[in-house]
């Protein structure tokens, strides 16, 4: 059983048994999350990481490993991509978002999937890996077949680390969701470089479904570049929140969403689109055939962009998430909102609700 392994391994590396550890690989997925209540001054440490490590050598019944927001460090995370090289291969998920991985653990990691046959999520958001890693993890995609979700969000990645990564894309037959965004990139010819390299491999690559550029420092002409390879890419999942697009990107949106009926997601939250960004996306959606997300929070449009673009989700019947707070949305728009939705219960999701005030309706973030 997995407690009497994990007992085992921690007497053998003199570590404290943390009872949470004991009884949480039990249901076959092992789950610590530093952030919450019970652990917020016990968080995992390289020292019992390491005996999880060894129990899990023994015991093979863990599929999934979370352990986010904890304290595991460089030496720790070294430990832990040796052993996804040589004997831990029944883990399917990994998670160790927000440790403090550095770029050691980053070469351990990525040397790891470049053997590993099992792992098919991998998160490593928020750790400073830094962009030594960038082409192991670029030899990592070229070999492994098996990784399907990849989240390297803020991971202090340079421009050589994601060129490496995306040429990788050229040739990777397995990777189906991929995170990159808020890189460490200096100025707008590394940005525009990336970009380039990107757009190539996506025109080659036939399995990523889904690109993740949030924070990434985008303006409109690189994003041109970007929707021309996207056009003919298998992405249908496109977040780009946060870059510095004008409402000049709306156009280019649009033609995105005409030309590719199969695309499911996009979120362009925290740009500056404005009314006449958010008038050209709305032709795009609607009558879009499959589109289920539209992201357009704060993206200073007023109350004639979103009465424009709300119009146009009559004719979208697929749509099951929106998000548009922090834009000007007045009591026209929550009419028209709740006109158009019959007062929201259609969408699975939206950030917005809408109620009765002075004889009006208003909005309130949801």
């Keep these: 059983m997995w407690s009497e392994a994990y007992r085992s391994a921690c007497a053998e590396v003199s570590a404290d048994v943390r009872e949470d550890v004991s009884s949480s ?41 979370y352990l986010p ?10 430990l832990l991509g040796k052993a996804l090289g040589h004997q831990l291969d029944g883990i399917i998920t990994l998670d160790v978002q927000h440790n403090s ?9 990525a040397q790891g999937l470049q053997r590993n046959n099992s792992l098919c999520h991998v998160t490593l958001a928020g750790n400073p890996l830094g962009g030594r890693c960038g ?4 030899k990592a995609l070229r070999q492994n077949t098996s990784l399907s979700v990849l989240n390297l969000f803020n991971t202090d990645l340079d421009m050589p680390a994601l060129v490496q990564i995306c040429r990788s894309l050229e040739v ?17 010819d590394e940005v525009e470089s990336v970009v380039n390299h990107l757009s190539i491999a996506l025109q080659r690559n036939s399995t990523l479904e889904e690109l993740h550029m949030a924070y990434f420092g985008l303006v409109d002409d690189y994003l041109q570049t970007l929707v021309q390879a996207l056009c003919g890419s298998a992405v249908t999942t496109l977040c780009i929140k946060g870059n510095k697009l004008s409402q000049d990107a709306g156009q280019l949106l649009a033609r995105l969403l005409d030309r590719r009926h199969d695309f499911r997601s996009l979120d362009v939250s925290c740009n500056r689109l404005c009314d006449g960004g958010a008038e050209a996306i ?28 709300v119009e146009s989700l009559k004719s979208c019947a697929t749509l099951r998430r929106l998000t548009i707070w922090g834009n000007d949305v007045t009591p026209a ?7 158009t939705f019959f007062d929201l219960c259609e969408l699975d999701h939206i950030d917005v609700g809408v109620a009765e005030q002075d004889g009006q309706l208003v909005a309130y973030r949801a």
């Design 172 to 188: 990777n037959k397995g990777l189906s969701s991929l995170n990159i965004g808020r890189p460490l990139l200096h100025g707008v």
């Design 282 to 309: 709305a032709k795009g959606v609607a009558y879009h055939p499959q589109l289920e997300l539209l992201g357009a929070a704060s993206c200073t449009i007023g109350e004639r962009g979103l009465l424009v673009l």
């Design 135 to 138: 082409a192991t993890f670029g």
């Design 69 to 78: 927001y904890n304290n595991i460090s460089d030496e720790g995370g070294v």
């Design 25 to 65: 690989g039990a249901t076959g997925e092992l789950m610590i999350r530093g952030n919450s209540f019970e652990n917020f001054k016990n968080r995992v440490s390289d020292t019992d990481l390491q005996a999880m490590v060894t129990a899990l050598r023994m015991y093979p019944g863990i599929s999934a490993v």
């Design 333 to 339: 728009v929550a009419s028209a909102l709740s006109a």
């Design 101 to 109: 991985l550095g770029a050691e653990a980053g070469e351990a990691i």
